[in-house]
C-alpha cells in the first residue's frame, strides 16, 4: 500500500462545500462523542454503530441542512469515533476529545464500496464532484480523505501500488532537449516549444514595462502586481503541461529512454541560453521522466554530460566543433548533413546501443540518479 497527499485546486464554491462537509464531519464527531460520555455516564455501554443508529433515525431528520451534503461523511465520522474509543481502550491513545473548528478540519469520503478512480489532473469524486490538484496523480482507491491546512485543502488517500507496464512501440529512443524546439527524438520527432507562452511572455514584458513608474506598494502597482503574479503561474503552468505531455509519452511508449545530463549551471553561466534553459525546465524533464518510467515499465538513462552529442557525427563518428548558432551537422567526412538536434538525440541513442553489453548499466529509474554510462565503462 502506498498513500498520496495532493493539494487541491479549488474555486470559492468547491472551497465552500469542502469546509462544510468538514463542518459536518465535526458536527457528527462532537455529537457522536457527548452522547456517548453521557451514555456511559448513565450506566450504558455505548458503540459507534449505535450511535450511527439513533443519528440517522432520530437526529437527522431535525437538520435539514445535512440532507445537503454527502451521507458517506457522518459514516466516517462514527467510524473515526469508535475507531478513537477503540485506541483509548487498548490504553494506546488519550481519551477521545472534542474537534475544534478549524484545527481538524477534514472529513472522508468513499463511492459506496466501488472503486474511486484518480488519474491525471482531473478527479471526479463522489457527491463533490470535479476537483483539480496541482499534480497529476494516478491511484485506485476505496476511500478519500479531504483535509484543510494553512487554508489550503488536500485530498489523500492509500492505495495498492501496482505499475502498469504499457506495450512499447520503440526499444530506444534519443532524447535531444533543444533550445528552439522543446524536444527532438532519435526517430525523427521533434516536439516543438508551447506557442501561446510566447504570446503571455510578451504581455508579462508589457506590464513589467508599464508598471515601471508606479509607486511601489500604491494601489495600482499593487493591482499591477497581482496581474502580473498571476500570469507567471499562467506561463508556469502552460510549461509544466507541455513537459508533462511530453515525458508521458516517452514513458509510455518507449521501452529505453536516452537522456543528456545537462550541466546547467555551466550553462546557464551563458546568459543567452540561461533563459532558455530555465524556461525549458530540464530538471523538471528529468524528474518526471524518473517516476514515469517507473509507472509505464521503462527505463531511462542519463548520458554523461562530457559525451559530446552534438559535436560527434551521428553515421560516421567525426568530431567537430559546434557553435551554438549552427543549426545544422554538416560532416566533412561522410559528408551528411543533419539537423543538429537530431544528430544529437542519435547520438544518445546509439550510446545504449553502444553499450549493450554493459545491461547493468541500463538501471532503472528509480536507481538512475547519478548513473551515467560512461562510468559504467
Ligand atoms: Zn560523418
Known amino acids: 500500500m502506498k498513500s498520496i497527499r495532493s493539494k487541491l485546486k479549488l474555486n470559492n464554491k468547491q472551497k465552500t462545500l469542502m469546509a462544510q462537509h468538514a463542518g459536518y464531519s465535526r458536527w457528527c464527531y462532537n455529537w457522536g462523542l457527548s452522547l456517548w460520555n453521557q451514555a456511559y455516564k448513565d450506566g450504558y455501554k455505548p458503540n459507534a454503530r449505535k450511535l450511527r443508529e439513533v443519528f440517522t433515525n432520530h437526529t437527522k431528520p431535525l437538520h435539514p441542512w445535512m440532507k445537503d451534503l454527502s451521507s458517506r461523511v457522518y459514516q466516517y465520522a462514527f467510524i473515526n469515533l469508535g475507531e478513537a474509543f477503540k485506541r483509548f481502550f487498548q490504553g494506546i491513545a ?35 464532484g ?16 479531504i483535509s484543510r491546512q494553512a487554508g489550503s485543502w488536500y485530498l489523500s488517500c492509500s492505495y495498492e ?12 529512443v534519443g532524447v535531444d532537449l533543444g533550445i528552439k524546439t522543446l524536444a527532438t527524438l532519435s526517430d525523427g520527432k521533434v516536439v516543438t516549444s508551447v506557442k501561446s507562452y510566447h504570446k503571455f511572455e510578451a504581455k508579462l514584458s508589457r506590464l513589467q514595462y508599464l508598471n515601471r513608474n508606479k509607486n511601489i506598494g500604491s494601489a495600482n502597482w499593487r493591482a499591477a502586481q497581482l496581474k502580473i503574479a498571476s500570469l507567471h503561474l499562467r506561463v508556469a503552468n502552460i510549461r509544466k503541461d507541455a513537459l508533462h505531455k511530453l515525458t508521458t509519452y516517452l514513458a509510455k511508449n518507449h521501452g529505453t529512454i536516452v537522456i543528456e545530463d545537462l550541466n546547467v549551471s555551466g550553462m546557464l553561466a551563458n546568459h543567452k541560453l540561461a533563459k532558455s534553459i530555465a524556461d525549458q525546465g530540464f530538471y523538471e524533464f528529468r524528474r518526471q521522466l524518473e517516476y514515469k518510467t517507473h509507472w ?34 554538416d560532416c566533412p567526412n561522410c559528408e551528411i548533413s543533419i539537423d543538429r538536434d537530431l544528430n544529437a538525440s542519435i547520438n544518445l541513442r546509439k550510446r545504449v546501443r553502444n553499450s549493450e553489453v554493459s545491461s547493468e548499466c541500463k538501471t532503472h529509474s528509480r536507481d538512475a540518479v547519478g548513473l551515467t554510462v560512461d562510468a559504467c565503462g
Not at 131 to 143: L, M, R, W
Open 130 to 145: 470535479w476537483v483539480k490538484t496541482y499534480e497529476p496523480i494516478e491511484a485506485t482507491t476505496k476511500k478519500i480523505t
Open 161 to 172: 501500488f501496482t505499475p502498469t507496464p504499457t506495450p512499447k512501440t520503440t526499444d530506444v
Open 296 to 329: 509505464y515499465g521503462s527505463e531511462l538513462v542519463v548520458v554523461d554530460r562530457f559525451f559530446p552529442s552534438s559535436k560527434t557525427c551521428s553515421r560516421c563518428g567525426h568530431v567537430q566543433d559546434m557553435p551554438l548558432n549552427v543549426r545544422t551537422y
Open 94 to 128: 488519550a481519551h477521545p476529545r472534542f474537534k475544534k473548528k478549524s484545527k481538524s478540519d477534514s472529513f472522508t469520503i468513499d463511492n459506496c464500496g466501488k472503486p474511486i478512480e484518480l488519474n491525471g489532473w482531473n478527479h471526479k469524486l463522489p457527491f463533490i
